[in-house]
C-alpha cells in the first residue's frame, strides 16, 4: 500500500487549497482516512478523519474551514482548506487504515507528507 500527497504550496491568508492523497496498491478495504499535519517545532496533531460510510470529525481549529472527503471506488481522501491562516502552515499527512491484502489485520499507512505555507 502506498499514499500520494499532493497540492500543497503557498497561499496567502485567506486563501484556499485543495490537498489530495491517492492509495495505490491492492487494497481490499479501507476504513477510515484522515489528514494530520505537523507544523515546525510541533507534534504532528490530527486534522480531520472520515470513515468508511463517510462520517466526519475535525479538530476545533479548523472546524467549519476544512472539509475532508473521500472517493471509495478511487482510494482517494482529499481536504478542502478555506479562510487559510498563518497557524494552518505545516507539513500535512494523509493516513489510512486498511488491510495490505484479504484477510490481514490492519494498520496505518502513511503518505510522505505536502508541505502547505500561508502567509501573512
Known amino acids: 500500500v502506498q499514499l500520494q500527497a499532493s497540492g500543497g504550496g503557498l497561499v496567502q491568508a485567506g486563501g484556499s487549497l485543495r490537498l489530495s492523497c491517492a492509495a495505490s496498491?491492492?487494497?481490499?478495504?479501507?476504513?477510515?482516512m484522515a489528514w494530520y499535519r505537523q507544523a515546525p517545532g510541533k507534534q504532528r496533531e490530527l486534522v480531520a478523519t472520515?470513515?468508511?460510510?463517510?462520517?466526519?470529525n475535525y479538530a476545533d481549529s479548523v472546524k467549519d474551514r476544512f472539509t475532508i472527503s473521500r472517493d471509495n471506488a478511487k482510494n482517494t481522501v482529499s481536504l478542502q482548506m478555506n479562510s487559510l491562516k498563518p497557524e494552518d502552515t505545516a507539513i500535512y499527512y494523509c493516513?489510512?487504515?486498511?488491510?495490505?491484502?484479504?484477510?490481514?489485520?490492519?494498520?496505518?499507512?502513511w503518505g510522505q507528507g505536502t508541505l502547505v505555507t500561508v502567509s501573512s
Open positions: 493516513k489510512i487504515h486498511s488491510q495490505r491484502y484479504a484477510y490481514a489485520r490492519f494498520e496505518d499507512f
Open positions: 496498491g491492492s487494497i481490499p478495504s479501507i476504513n477510515v
Open positions: 472520515i470513515s468508511s460510510d463517510s462520517n466526519t
